[in-house]
């Protein structure tokens, strides 16, 4: 009974800041990964507001809402300066945008406020507890189990009794209407990115008297937030509702049984519901299918130019390594790897057109394809090598199986899903895989030991691979791809089995990713469960919105360009994720096609 | 009970109206039914058409037409009733089986491959028609373009073969699903509408266009119109359907002398004018 | 709090060591690769490198190692080990370092130990407290200065032993230091003490406890006595949730590190008392040499140093003994001297050892009680306990860890 009231105040909290983020994407169809971090600087400003006003319920309460309204303010300006310039790039790109932003919070908010966890006041008032059943319940707690449903009711009123909200609701079940009704556009997703950044910073103030404020705070919630999102159903308040109850008590019951559960259990929960129910428990099929849909732009074949730069860049890759010191071979050699990972996701999500935020899990069960071998058998490189693309093409027939008959944010969730139990099964299962202290020991085989053979070894099979699936894209098989993603209907009726096109794709997917994960282990010599975990999904992500997901040669691009970036800013500044989120931001701002995108116009337009 | 009512009560069976022998007939729908949570959508149509046969399915909005539109390219499967195409009971199979079995379509709101050129379109097409499609070695643009440029040539559109689909006009985009449609050499073609969003000038070409090639090669093709100019002048027969029931069939005159038809789309205030 | 500035100015020049790598001449600076988790683990590592620039001047200042300065290149490597392993290599290839140092995660730590041993570099393991490291693990090439998950068990099973307390509850978070501290608490408390019983367990995600939960669902079990193992933010929160609940009250709590201020600090008033901990007591320990170490930082730093300060400065300690026993930089040289080298603490107590059979250091921790003194956390009734009587018998040692 108690326990049960715990998950309530947990849900109470997590909807907070799901409220905001699931009417952000109704409206905006914004993946916006910064509410996470809107999140902490609320937990943050409420911090210092309430340690520097005067004690008393004025000054909590005050700081609490004022901190609300300044990251509703920062919100505002995020999407002021940075989102409203990107809404016509394609899908997903402004995730990039908004990780940008990310890495830059983080580094900021470790500036102001230092390092150090910091533990704010109780809420004046509510700092006792109240005797239920015998068991001493937190006031506060009980507090937050009411203002979860007093803020969806006053989400309700302000959405069924204003003009505004009924926009907002009409916007959020068609985007088309939006234009048609005449309203305007530009103030409507400023005006609702403010609503959805205040209810982020509330849900962070509203933390302060029940947790310390630390700078981990950001990216703890908002995978999850993002899960209450989805299992609810995009855009759906009640849903998000549900949602959140669901999992509050699900985890509050769930670990009286199974205690290890917690990092998997949200996970676990969306991978059914969406099983179950594709939508959501309350979401509904967008409106408009097909006619709505961005025009993709076609695969123009490499031009002259381009082919000639690829050829010099191969030229490059190959003449120039054996005069350079060891670790730069390191670092090429993990290039042509990402190249490699970055290649086969674009896959799915260019000419597939479904994103995926789980794709290393792919790359890590190759990675772990490997090292079981290596551990368990002693299997030689060249066998385990074999092995990274079985293990991981046969998670991909059965992953795929059920994440290709999705669509849209849900598909891209529910692979992520996968990728979180692939990731705990590998971080839970001690005996077999190390845990997260990982598997050690990976390394190549004694004529493959040299860095430089090492490294030959790798270009070969990664630039191979993906040339095989450039291949693929521009031949029977990546059209039919395009297809199913230009018109599902059409391509149905020439006779399309699209499911089992998008399935094929996925497999071919997680092949060519177990493949870069089986050289990846043996590159490093270990493999860990951060392999597969969410920062190297969302490193995949980032490389195929930078080269620009819409091209062919984007995600080479993007690799090298992303890898190279990141490996030098990580490793000649302390803020060098202030500087990596500027420059992704910069990027963005300048190149909303990506940066082959971009390159493509320039020619074009020089034509 | 209005007047109207009384009048479709007393619609005798419209196949008694066809004269053809039945088994000799491409498409023969025989009393599909169809209902949605309770409402009746679509109740005891049956129909046929034969090659070279147009056949016109019109009536006013939400007579059940697309309903029964998509019980026939297989996006639905009929509550009870039979489908039978050369001989074959399709009901319920899905689109890409029907395909498979010598049946085109085109779509109300065109539906083309938008990243691809006029010719890669049709190319797809002929590519699913030979069991192609999972082949992920031999480039597209290696493929013989000769039977897509032919295709493309009899809806006049070979000289745009090299334009993506997504700048095209909409009349072209017409062509060129009429192109795709008749990719692999149907029996019968389903076209929703085919002129809606059309110039008026550009339909009357296109449905030329659609009846010199059925009759030419022996195709079945029953469509959908709102525009009666259009339905009088091209459809060999034409269905009325009210309320999802037939009732009316028949030749363009004996049809437009129908009072019931009359009657139904003067009661329901339908913009385009029956005379 | 200071934050180190930029080191290298622009990109160009980062772009240029990648290309080319820097030849150093023999007579040049000694240099040390440390690679730790600094962004991610901010809190800990913040005060460790401010510590650990403290002590590479005050060797320097001193002269330096027969004359030769000692330098450092820090590496962040995000938390991720495939970015320390990367690290590493540009470490030892590019920079040139003679050893390599750091780790803070358990992973981290175990990933560079077997690119050294691979590479066969030196690698001195700083603050990763798994067992694996110089055991199950261990090899020729790495030691490990902090008292290991096993010894701070051990140690805190000593007072637990005491305690009359017989049902047992543990919180512990998620990974493998959590689960592998409790695995040794459990089995060395129950050869202790053979009538004690587990009743409850709890493992929330690192950084994500549902402390209401957690909380609710150990009572709900009814222990005498709690062990825990939860430190950082889940630490403060499962702190919060359990005083207002009652948690604490009548019941013993036996807690790993929670005597650091690292994490006793951020619990202001609110730090619980009574708590039986292991940790730094830094207000009150004064040796002479604690005392010098305490006032240097604070003049420099304006703060007190946290344990990671000192984790650092005895880290540097250790590799300036090594190089003066060694008087070189080759790795077989560096490698004996490192075998039963003794070298001070900034703890000002015994000198410490790194033991030759195992390659551990045998710093020790204090142990003691929390309380409350004008509205902040300190250890009271504190004692060390040094290293060397908390690790198993040297039989039992040569078992764990691969021998040859």
Redesign the interface.
């Known amino acids: 009974m108690?326990?049960g009231l715990?998950?309530l105040?947990?849900a109470s909290s997590l909807f907070l800041v799901a409220s905001g983020l699931t009417v952000i994407f109704g409206v905006t169809r914004i993946v916006n990964f910064a509410h996470g971090s809107l999140y902490m600087m609320g937990a943050y400003l409420s911090w210092t507001l309430v340690t520097a006003l005067p004690r008393g319920h004025l000054g909590f309460w005050g700081g609490v809402l004022v901190a609300a309204l300044i990251v509703g303010v920062i919100g505002v300006l995020i999407e002021v300066l940075l989102l409203r310039r990107i809404y016509k790039a394609p899908e997903l790109f402004q995730l990039l945008g908004t990780f940008g932003v990310v890495l830059i919070v983080?580094?900021v908010a470790?500036?102001i406020w230092?390092?150090?966890?910091?533990?704010g006041p109780r809420a004046p008032g509510l700092?006792?507890?109240v005797e239920i059943l015998g068991?001493?319940?937190?006031l506060?707690?009980l507090f937050l189990i009411a203002v979860g449903p007093v803020v969806l009711g006053l989400l309700w009123l302000l959405f069924h009794r204003t003009r505004w909200g009924t926009t907002v609701r009409a916007a959020t079940a068609d985007r088309e209407m939006v234009g048609a009704l005449g309203v305007n556009q530009r103030m409507l997703f400023t005006t609702v990115f403010f609503l959805g950044s205040v209810l982020a910073g509330l849900g962070g103030a509203l933390q302060l008297p029940?947790?310390?404020v630390?700078?981990?705070?950001d990216l703890?919630i908002i995978a999850?937030a993002f899960v209450v999102v989805v299992i609810g159903g995009l855009g759906s308040l009640p849903g998000a509702f549900l949602a959140a109850l669901l999992l509050g008590q699900l985890?509050?019951f769930g670990?009286?049984i199974f205690?290890?559960i917690?990092?998997v259990l949200a996970f676990l929960v969306m991978a059914v519901v969406l099983v179950v129910r594709p939508h959501g428990l309350l979401g509904r099929p967008p409106a408009s299918a097909?006619?709505a849909?961005v025009?993709?732009?076609?695969?123009p074949?490499a031009t002259p130019l381009a082919r000639n730069l690829g050829f010099a860049a191969l030229a490059l890759a190959v003449l120039v390594p054996p005069f350079?010191?060891?670790?730069?071979l390191?670092?090429f050699t993990?290039i042509a790897i990402m190249v490699l990972f970055a290649a086969s996701l674009h896959f799915i999500m260019g000419p597939g057109g479904m994103a995926s935020f789980g794709h290393a899990a792919y790359f890590g069960l190759g990675a772990y394809g490997a090292a079981l071998l290596a551990k368990h058998f002693a299997a030689p490189m060249e066998l385990g090598l074999f092995a990274a693309p079985l293990m991981a093409g046969f998670a991909g027939v059965v992953f795929g199986w059920f994440c290709v008959r999705l669509s849209g944010v849900y598909a891209a969730m529910l692979t992520l899903a996968f990728a979180q139990i692939a990731w705990s099964t590998a971080?839970?299962w001690?005996e077999i895989t190390g845990?997260?202290?990982?598997i050690?020991?990976v390394?190549p085989s004694a004529w493959a030991q040299p860095k430089l053979v090492y490294y030959y070894m790798a270009l070969v099979l990664c630039v191979g691979v993906t040339l095989?699936l450039r291949?693929?894209i521009?031949?029977?098989?990546?059209?039919?791809l395009?297809?199913g993603?230009?018109?599902p209907?059409?391509?149905?009726?020439?006779?399309?089995?699209g499911f089992r096109?998008r399935w094929?794709a996925f497999i071919?997917a997680a092949i060519a990713a177990g493949i870069a994960g089986g050289l990846?282990a043996y590159a490093?010599?270990?493999v860990?469960p951060?392999?597969m975990a969410i920062?190297r999904s969302v490193d995949a992500l980032l490389m195929v919105l930078l080269g620009g997901v819409q091209t062919v040669s984007g995600p080479i691009v993007g690799a090298l360009a992303y890898t190279w970036i990141h490996?030098?800013?990580?490793?000649?500044?302390?803020?060098?994720?202030l500087f990596l989120g500027s420059v992704i931001v910069a990027l963005v701002l300048f190149f909303p096609q990506g940066l082959v995108g971009a390159a493509q116009r320039l020619t074009e337009r020089r034509k | 009970m209005s007047a109207s009512d009384r009048a479709r009560a007393g619609v005798p069976p419209s196949t008694e109206a066809v004269n053809r022998p039945r088994q000799d007939m491409t498409l023969l729908v025989e009393d599909i039914h169809k209902s949605f949570g309770g409402v009746q959508a679509v109740a005891g149509v049956s129909l046929s058409v034969g090659a070279g046969e147009l056949l016109a399915l019109i009536g006013p909005n939400g007579a059940g037409k697309s309903t029964c539109f998509n019980m026939l390219n297989g996006q639905l499967k009929p509550d009870r009733g039979r489908i039978v195409l050369k001989g074959q009971d399709i009901a319920g199979l899905p689109p890409r089986r029907i395909w498979r079995l010598g049946v085109g379509r085109t779509f109300q709101i065109t539906a083309t491959f938008a990243s691809m050129s006029v010719l890669e379109n049709v190319q797809m097409a002929l590519l699913s028609h030979a069991h192609r499609l999972f082949d992920i070695w031999n480039p597209v643009t290696r493929e013989d373009p000769a039977r897509a440029m032919a295709l493309l040539e009899r809806v006049g559109m070979a000289a745009q073969a090299q334009r993506p689909c997504g700048v095209l006009a909409y009349g072209d985009l017409k062509r060129v699903e009429l192109a795709i449609a008749l990719a692999n050499d149907p029996a019968l073609l389903l076209m929703d509408e085919p002129t809606a969003g059309m110039a008026p000038s550009e339909r009357v070409a296109l449905m030329e266009l659609t009846a010199n090639i059925a009759r030419n090669s022996g195709i079945a093709v029953l469509f959908t119109e709102h525009d009666m100019e259009v339905v009088f002048a091209h459809a060999d027969r034409i269905l009325v359907l009210d309320r999802g029931r037939p009732i009316a069939e028949g030749l363009p005159a004996e049809v437009r002398a129908d009072p019931r038809v009359r009657e139904v789309y003067l009661g329901t205030g339908a913009t385009h004018g029956i005379a | 709090m200071t934050i180190a500035l930029p080191r290298r100015a622009a990109l160009l020049g980062a772009a240029a060591t990648l290309a080319a790598p820097a030849v150093h001449a023999q007579e040049g600076p000694i240099r040390i690769g440390e690679i730790n988790s600094y962004s991610a683990q901010p809190a800990f590592l913040t005060p460790y490198r401010n510590a650990w620039m403290m002590a590479q001047d005050e060797v320097n200042a001193a002269g330096g190692i027969n004359g030769r300065r000692i330098e450092t290149v820090f590496r962040d490597d995000g938390g991720r080990p495939e970015d320390a392993v990367r690290h590493a290599g540009e470490l030892v290839n590019n920079e040139r370092v003679a050893l390599l140092s750091g780790g803070f995660l358990s992973n981290v730590g175990l990933a560079v130990a077997d690119f050294a041993n691979q590479n066969r570099r030196l690698y001195v393991a700083s603050e990763p407290l798994t067992d694996a490291l110089v055991w199950a693990r261990g090899n020729r090439f790495t030691f490990r200065l902090r008292p290991s998950t096993y010894m701070q068990c051990a140690m805190l099973v000593e007072e637990a032993a005491k305690l009359p307390a017989r049902r047992w509850a543990t919180v512990a978070p998620n990974y493998e230091y959590g689960q592998s501290a409790v695995r040794w608490f459990k089995e060395l408390l129950t050869r202790a003490k053979p009538d004690v019983q587990f009743v409850a367990e709890q493992f929330p995600a690192l950084g994500r406890i549902d402390a209401g939960a957690t909380v609710q669902a150990l009572a709900g079990a009814n222990p005498e006595a709690i062990f825990n193992v939860t430190f950082g933010a889940d630490l403060t929160n499962f702190v919060r949730q359990g005083s207002t609940r009652g948690l604490f009250e009548r019941r013993s709590v036996v807690s790993l590190l929670t005597g650091e201020p690292e994490y006793l600090d951020p619990l202001g008033d609110e730090a619980p008392e009574g708590w039986i901990v292991t940790g730094y007591p830094w207000e009150e320990l004064n040796t002479e040499g604690h005392t010098r170490f305490r006032e240097n930082y604070r003049r420099r730093f304006n703060t007190h140093p946290r344990l990671g300060s000192v984790v650092a400065y005895d880290t540097v300690s250790a590799i300036v003994a090594m190089l003066r026993k060694s008087g070189g930089t080759g790795t077989d040289a560096m490698i004996e001297a490192m075998r039963g080298l003794t070298f001070p603490t900034a703890f000002g107590e015994a000198e410490v050892e790194f033991r030759a059979i195992d390659h551990q250091s045998t710093l020790g921790a204090y142990i003691g009680r929390t309380a409350l003194r004008r509205g902040r956390g300190v250890m009271v009734d504190w004692r060390y306990a040094d290293g060397r009587n908390y690790l198993p018998t040297d039989e039992v040692v040569r078992t764990l860890r691969p021998q040859g």
């Open positions: 108690v326990q715990s998950g105040a947990s983080q580094d470790l500036m230092g390092p150090q966890d910091l533990l700092r006792g507890a068991v001493r319940f937190p506060y707690e029940r947790e310390s630390n700078l981990q705070m703890a999850e985890q509050a670990i009286l205690p290890k917690t990092l097909h006619a849909h025009v993709e732009p076609p695969y074949p350079m010191g060891e670790f730069a390191i670092v993990e971080f839970q001690v845990g997260d202290n990982g050690l020991g390394w095989l291949r693929a521009f031949a029977p098989f990546g059209y039919a395009r297809a993603r230009d018109s209907l059409r391509a149905e009726a020439i006779g399309m089995d096109i094929v071919l990846f490093k010599g270990s860990f951060t392999y920062p490996e030098q800013l990580m490793r000649s500044f302390d803020l060098w994720r």
